[in-house]
């Protein structure tokens, strides 16, 4: 019950007539024509003033994203160290203490903090 295919087989149902593939490749050239008209038409009816806002805003995402990406290869590089990790964690504790005693240990202190951080959220928010 199995089939074998012969090389004969393989020809005859492989060959697609001359006539098929010419029309074809009309049909592909003039399908291409008309898209290609389209998109020159279209092209020509854009802003292009307008467009340059858009542009510069995609250029920041995509330079934001590219940044994420290099900062990431970085701190997981960092990260395969054995003790730099630790050190790193120990650097934000001594420097969150340090900025903590030197400006939360008196009310006169923590007031200042409270109205600089009132100031900026006024700056900011509105």
Request: overall charge negative.
């Amino acid at each position: 019950m199995s089939e074998t295919i012969t090389e004969q087989d393989v020809e005859t149902s492989s060959h697609v007539p001359a006539a098929e593939s010419s029309d074809t490749g009309a049909s592909f050239n003039s399908r291409y024509g008309e898209i290609l008209t389209k998109v020159n038409q279209t092209l020509e009816q854009v802003d292009w003033n307008q467009a340059g806002k858009a542009g510069k805003a995609l250029g920041i995402l995509l330079a934001v994203i590219v940044a994420q990406i290099l900062i990431k290869g970085v701190l997981d590089t960092i990260n395969l160290l054995p003790v730099v990790p630790g050190l790193l964690e120990l650097l934000g504790l001594v420097v969150v203490g340090t900025w903590s005693w030197k400006n939360l240990t008196t009310s006169e202190k923590r007031s200042v903090v409270l109205e600089r951080v009132r100031t900026l959220r006024q700056e900011y928010l509105g």
